[in-house]
């Protein structure tokens, strides 16, 4: 008997375990969103650049006809 109690007595959390449990698991989830914001952030920034390599690619030698059939 003694036995049992000590298994089910070591399972049980003290409240300041049970609040360092809960900090960490609110730690881990504000990393993740941050993680998450910095990934959006990043693809934000690369469609910007690709657009605007795009438009430059366009509208350089098409600045280039224009000047030169003059």
């Known amino acids: 008997m003694s036995q049992r109690k ?5 399972k049980n959390i003290t409240r300041k375990q049970q609040a360092e449990r809960i900090r960490a698991a609110e730690e881990r989830e ?9 990934k959006a952030r990043t693809k934000k920034i690369f469609t910007i ?21 003059l």
Do not use: Q, W
């Open 6 to 10: 000590n298994k089910t007595g070591s």
């Open 49 to 69: 650049v690709v657009c605007v390599i795009l438009v430059l690619a366009l509208g350089i030698p098409t600045m280039a006809l224009t000047v030169l059939s």
């Open 30 to 38: 504000r990393r993740a969103k941050e993680a998450a914001e910095a």
